[in-house]
């Protein structure tokens, strides 16, 4: 069978398939060279008959192998939690776990649930995940994390932002994860420029129907917005708009397209039948735990007081900030590294990336996690389980 692949609002569709080396312990230099043994005296063969007999003293391969083991399942479970495993001395043959950001001993927070998807029995559950990719034509030429993921987590829907590729491309692009779907809301307006994308796994295609209603006006000329209608619930896919590096766009951000966002979530959930996710880069840390140096950004765009406020606003309209609810007052979690100055490696980070749902839905929520072992991105994905 063929997949297939839809552009929103451009009215185009097309098919697409898709030894240890030991030095010899030093016989050749303690018996050689013969003449100069001869020469110091007689009873010169006794000191290296010694030497040679010390390597004997040192055979712990069994210590090694059981160290081995243990490091193996250190770095397996430091790994899952998004951390590479600390080294040991006399652990050569170890495979280097990657390095993800774990940042600042917070083991003991992440053990309690921001990566539990590790540990969690994803049956019965609607598994979703949302990932701004800046820019997929990298990733997807460069070690494609998405299909890492899907083949990992095996999520139903994956939610992507900032996918830069314009309609043209899409179609040449087609269904790039194997066994998903893919419906593309790409820019109009500018080339390489914003976008969403959903995939949806061929298992529930018809169960979830992809659209662009709702947002009004030309919120998304800059294919910033998706909707995706289940059975259970309303998925909202978006690509906030940016307040900019000189705060241009922050009035357009937090008095046009904010209300927006907010009268169409209040909508969706006034007709009482479904429950309501909203997902995507939301461009916002909300508090001063979302960032790792809040003092310096109070003017920096995503972290001004109106572009916080307005998150605020739109949280007591009726919603939860799904990460924050299992992980309230978790430091050092964040989904955003710049590429400058190893902020990754070091944990400069924002958190950006949410899964926000209304409260009345928020008891079929099982799971929100941040999924810092995927690189590929300047972010990295996030995930949400809800009960089916």
């Known amino acids: ?43 010169a063969p006794k000191a290296p008959a010694k030497k040679a007999a010390a390597p004997k003293k040192s055979p712990p391969p069994k210590k090694a192998a059981a160290k081995k083991s243990d490091i193996v399942q250190t770095a397996k479970t430091l790994s899952a939690l998004g951390g590479a495993a600390p080294p040991k001395k006399g652990d050569k043959p170890v495979p280097k776990a990657p390095k993800c950001p774990l940042m600042k001993g917070a083991i003991v927070e992440a053990s309690k649930g921001v990566d539990e998807y590790q540990g969690n029995d994803t049956a019965g559950c609607w598994n979703i995940t949302s990932f701004n990719v800046n820019g997929l034509r990298a990733i997807i030429k460069n070690n494609n994390q998405i299909v890492e993921l899907a083949k990992k987590e095996k999520p139903h829907l994956i939610c992507l932002q900032e996918t830069k590729i314009d309609e043209e491309e899409a179609l ?54 998706q909707l995706i209608e289940g059975k259970d619930f309303y998925l909202i896919n978006t690509y906030v708009p940016n307040a900019g590096q000189k705060l241009e766009r922050l009035d357009y951000r937090v008095d046009e397209w904010d209300v927006a966002m907010r009268e169409l979530l ?45 998150f605020t606003e739109t949280l007591e309209v009726g919603f939860t900030d799904t990460f924050r609810h299992f992980h309230q007052g978790s430091k050092d979690f964040f989904s955003y590294w710049g590429y400058r100055q190893n902020c990754r490696e070091r944990n400069m980070g924002w958190r950006l990336d949410y899964f926000v749902v209304n409260d009345d839905f928020l008891p079929t929520v099982q799971a929100s996690s941040i999924l810092s072992a995927y690189y590929g991105s300047d972010h990295c994905p996030i995930q949400l389980l809800v009960k089916q």
């Not at 018996?31 to 001869?38: C, E, M, R, V």
């Not at 269904?175 to 893919?182: C, D, E, K, R, T």
Request: aromatic share 6%; charged share 25%; hydrophobic share 30%.
């Open 1 to 43: 069978s063929k997949a297939t692949v839809s552009v929103l609002n451009c009215g185009v569709g097309q098919a697409h398939q898709r030894v240890d080396t030991i030095p010899m312990p030093g016989r050749k230099r303690a018996a050689s060279p013969p003449k100069q043994a001869a020469k110091k005296a007689k009873p």
């Open 172 to 225: 040449k692009i087609g269904n790039f994860v194997p066994g998903y779907q893919v419906v593309w809301n790409c820019c109009r307006v500018k080339k390489g420029y914003s976008g969403t994308a959903t995939l949806v796994r061929d298992d529930v295609v018809p169960e979830f129907n992809v659209t662009t209603d709702g947002l009004g006006g030309d919120h998304n000329e800059e294919g910033r917005y």
């Open 266 to 310: 209040a909508k969706l959930v006034s007709e009482g039948k479904k429950g309501v996710v909203w997902t995507g880069d939301l461009n916002v840390a909300h508090t001063e735990i979302d960032l790792a140096n809040p003092t310096t950004n109070h003017k920096s765009a995503g972290f001004t007081p109106q572009e916080r406020n307005s």
